[in-house]
């Protein structure tokens, strides 16, 4: 049998033993990734797979084309709303936050275990990315609904950070590799040069691969094939340049995302699909690549590390960051919590070994337990420790059913097909009366497979398959028509939603007089949810809180940037699981009352 | 704040009969009037422009109507147990058979809060509903307040 017909097969019957067992991690809560990981150490040499895989220089080349997929994949998925509720908190996060992280973990080093400033240092900064693997656990999987902000933020740290934990390790690397070389300034103008030129590079590269999309006509599946392309080559010309290519293809997928592209929904499920097999081939590569009987040999310094990491170092990072934006101290907690490490700290790990710098090896078996523990306790824990600090708010309203078909060529409005759900407002509202948005048009309607005349049309039922003209500015709007309503979804209201729920468009006059809150003179007249608009700015989300003398005003249900309703709680947030446990406990301490 | 500090037993219809929600509010601003010596249809108005605002009926069957007098003294409850659940244009579309109708005088400030907080808190309780709804006599009821006034205590 010819040997390349071999590394096929081995291949994808790894790729299709990680796909199973995919279906296997999310039936029994398992962190996904860390059952890659675990499916790469059994195909390695010390499992029963037995296959010897060491090759530092290709491992990188291969993480390197999947990081840059995934970053780009990153990028696409980060719209708007997120993007103007959480550039600031994860701007904060992703450069000062991983600079404090990178920081704490190496003084903990170096006071603990003695290691000397630079290795310390080095091992700081290989440990100070989050991963997306947090985006992954959080994107569903796991059920967990978070305020809108803390959620974007989160989401958009994860993949932001990326840079500049690259930009430390190898910088560290530089370091020790010239013994003679201080860190001064020339570090700080390399930071500059790196990411302005990257960041400059991505905006620009995206422009043109939009530019280029929208202009040439060419088969569909070439698109997807185009943009990965500009991706790698943009991701490389900017590293050729000396500066931050995986900066660039952030920001590259970031500006591709966000404009009307040809193609679009096309591009965005094929980059689903190969930023899930990034993921898949990077972290059987790097269980692969290790060798588990050397990974004992380093667990103290190694356990150390991850214990100065979760306890120390992330909080500290979070607690600086996230304060001035005015999370709570709940949503903090859980932040530090979410610090899930992934494939990228092991994976940069891997440059030591190719600088030839002494013990690389140690790096990367420090990393690699460093990641385990991460991801078992903290991914394991997540959806558990959401309840426990109450950050889980009440799952959304069932998504509508649909299907986005692309957009046509000189077209400003998207076709979208809709399976209309029971208990929608197009169910409960006669279809003359249905008022939908100008610009919208329904074109078609179809009953168990007939198509229906529009103009003897009495109303719609659910399960009617509707196609619909949609301006995407719109299209959260037309959502809503064809969905669930808020309120027959609502059941009874959850604590964190409030005790009363009101419209959106209720005076705030009328509220102020029943429930005794000032009102000062610029918001007489105004409705509640231009009032909450206005304290909240743009980046107002689900889940936000905003005190009116003795009642708290909560955004409970939002279409697209409108607050739709808001609930009135009477007294304060739910306590946590942690506060119900303190007041039990203060019970036993409490002097009986007499009367009682 | 005690539940039987804001209601008292005969505040406490244990099987009310209303077709409507309408009438249902009717019924119970015409008991809050009988305790509190002030014109039935008053109450009513204050309730109805309450609801206006948003509904009350906050799901799962339990409504809690509420509303400022200036002429009140004091905080007044009424507490009635529907004999067939009405529709309330509640939260969750459910119809509603539980109500707790809660008046303040103008400048309670904060007990007014705090008495709708403990009376929101008391109906989130689900194994409390389910006892009220098997209370069939006004002792009972209040029996049941009583009795939550003390575990509830927080």
Redesign the interface.
Known sequence: MEAGTLVILIGSVLVLASILTSLLSSRIGAPLLLTFLGLGMLAGEAGPGGIRFDDAPLAILIGNCALVIILFDGGLRMDKATLRAAWAPALALSTLGVLVTAGVVAAAVHWALGKDWQSALLLGAIVAATDAAAVFVLAGRSGITLRDRLRATLEMESGSNDPMGIFLTIACVGLIGHEHQTPGWGLVVDFVWQMGLGGAVGLAGGAALVGLVNRMEMSAGLYPILAVAAALFTFSGTQLLGASGWLAVYLMGMVVGNRRVRAGRLVGRFFDGMAWLSQIVLFLMLGLLVAPQQLLDEWPTAVAVAGALILLARPAAVALCLSPFGFSWREQAFAAWVGLRGAVPIFLALFPLLAGIDNARSYFNIAFVVVIVSLAIQGWSLPWMARWLGVALSPRPEEADKVDLDAMRNLDRDLIAYTVKP?SRATDFAFAKLALPPRVQILTVLREGTVLKLDELDRLHAGDFVLVLVPPELSLVADRFFSRRF??T????R?EQG?????GA?AID??A????FPVRPDQHGLTVAAVLAKRLGPAAGRGDRVRFG??ELIVVDMIGAEIKHIGIA??GPPPSRLQTLG?WLGRFRRPARPG? | MDITDLISSDAIIPTLRAPSKKQALQELARKAGELTGIEAREIFDVLLERERLGTTGVGHGIAIPHGKLAKLDRLYGVFARMEHPIDFDSIDDEPVDLLFLLLAPESAGADHLKALARVSRLLRDRTVCTKLRGCESRDAIYALFTDTTASHAA
């Open positions: 208990h309120r027959s609502a059941g009874q209201l604590r005790d009363f729920v009101v419209d209720t009328g509220l007089k029943i429930y005794e003795g009642v009477l007294d007041r009682r």
